[in-house]
């Protein structure tokens, strides 16, 4: 049961930064101070998508 809870949190939070990382391209925000977080959350939640 608790594995299941876990897993649900990280599944929201990995949901979450993937909706930042959408909106920091959507709005052409290049600025960013940390683009590789950014690029790694849209990396992981491509590949979330895909497999």
Not at 1 to 28: P, Q
Not at 31 to 46: F, Q, S
Request: glycine share 8%; hydrophobic share 60%.
């Amino acid at each position: 049961v608790v594995h299941l809870w876990v897993e649900g949190v990280w599944e929201l939070i990995m949901a979450a930064m993937t909706v930042f990382a959408f909106n920091m391209v959507n709005r052409r925000r290049r600025e960013h101070p940390n683009k590789a977080a950014v690029l790694w959350a849209l990396g992981t939640g491509v590949m979330a998508f895909l497999g």
